[in-house]
């Protein structure tokens, strides 16, 4: 169980993957579900604060002079911001709690930052919106898990 839990852990962590591959790992894993939950908001609320406060250090001395780091943040500014500008601080929970390539917590992390948020509300809100996403992603993984075993069972 201790590896099934590393690997969870670890699906979280990989960019783009985060919870929208991690949860169905779990689910497939044999997880109970409601670890996979726990363990899942927690490693992703955890990536938070390396990549926010990272960005504050090496963005300048290092990040600013590749471009393709520069044409993704393009992306993530047009892709994000109309949530921030439309509902504020919210938008960024609802940027979130949408299970959709390229809005995880490490694109929502990275429009906090590069949009100058607030990291205490930018974290209050990609927790909630990990919270929301992840229930998503867990009650659809679930569902899709239980509809498998019941097709091949026969």
């Known amino acids: 169980m201790i590896n099934e839990i590393g690997i969870l852990i670890l699906a979280n962590f990989i960019p783009t993957v985060e919870q929208l591959g991690a949860i169905p790992i779990g689910v497939a894993l044999g ?3 409601y670890s996979i939950f726990i363990i899942s908001l927690i490693a992703n609320c955890f990536l938070f604060f390396p990549v926010y406060f990272g960005l504050k250090i090496f963005y300048d001395k290092l990040l600013s002079k590749i471009k393709l780091f520069n044409k ?66 867990l009650i659809g ?12 069972s026969f």
């Open 72 to 137: 993704y943040l393009e992306r993530v500014r047009k892709k994000g911001k109309p949530y921030i500008d439309k509902y504020g601080i919210l938008g960024l929970t609802l940027f979130i709690a949408l299970p959709a390539p390229l809005t995880g917590t490490y694109t929502a992390t990275i429009l906090s930052w590069f949009l100058g948020l607030n990291w205490k509300k930018s974290f209050i809100a990609i927790v909630a919106g990990s919270a929301i996403g992840g229930l998503i992603v």
């Open 141 to 152: 993984s679930v569902g899709i898990a239980n509809f498998l075993r019941v097709i091949f």
């Open 31 to 33: 997880i109970d579900p």
